[in-house]
């Protein structure tokens, strides 16, 4: 075995689906390192427990920034795409076209990944959202329909739903009609109101 190995830094998305995605993040470092290289997934090691809270915008931003400062030593941005783009990401990848680095930056999937983890189809989505009647669970229901959709479509929208947000009523409405936005722009199709 060779002591010079490539220093990967591993891009994923981490919010929203944090376990799915703490999974998906874990399949990548094992992807890397069977490639073997050295890899370095900072929203892993940032976001345990008693380390930094990624709910907090200034801590995530801290991590964030934390995590960029590794970047000068890296051969390797390997982005890993399966379940999408999210904002972060992009982030790190418009930072490397900017440094005149965007050589670095490589696309990756993991093989399977996408039928072991299966994304809700736009099909399934308005089938089952045309399928709720009005009414506040109804709208709930709705609301979780749509935000799985965006996870699927635009990973980075889940960013913007604070945890527990969706659990409270007085907010079903203001995220429905945010989430159904996203959503009717991703596929180019209205969706009814509720």
Not at 1 to 20: N, T
Request: hydrophobic share 40%; glycine share 8%.
């Amino acid at each position: 075995m060779s002591d010079a190995k490539k220093i990967a830094i591993i891009e994923s998305p981490y919010a929203g689906d944090i376990e799915r995605n703490t999974r998906y993040a874990r399949a990548a470092l094992r992807d890397s390192l069977d490639r073997g290289e050295a890899p370095y997934a900072s929203h892993l090691l940032y976001t345990q427990e008693g380390v930094l809270r990624d709910e907090l915008p200034a801590e995530r931003e801290w991590g964030i920034s934390s995590g960029f400062a590794f970047r000068r030593l890296a051969d390797v941005i390997a982005v890993y795409s399966d379940l999408g783009i999210s904002r972060g990401m992009k982030t790190a990848i418009d930072l490397e076209e900017a440094r005149g680095t965007a050589s670095r930056v490589v696309y990756r999937t993991l093989p399977g990944w996408v039928e072991a983890n299966p994304p809700i189809t736009i099909g399934s989505l308005f089938a089952a959202y045309e399928a709720a009647a009005p009414g506040e669970q109804k709208l709930r229901e709705a609301n979780v329909l749509l935000l799985r959709a965006c996870m699927g479509i635009l990973p980075f929208v889940a960013e913007d739903f604070k945890p527990g947000y969706m659990e409270r009523p007085e907010n079903y409405r203001e995220a429905y009609e945010r989430l159904r936005t996203v959503v009717e722009y991703a596929v180019g199709r209205r969706l009814p109101p509720k």
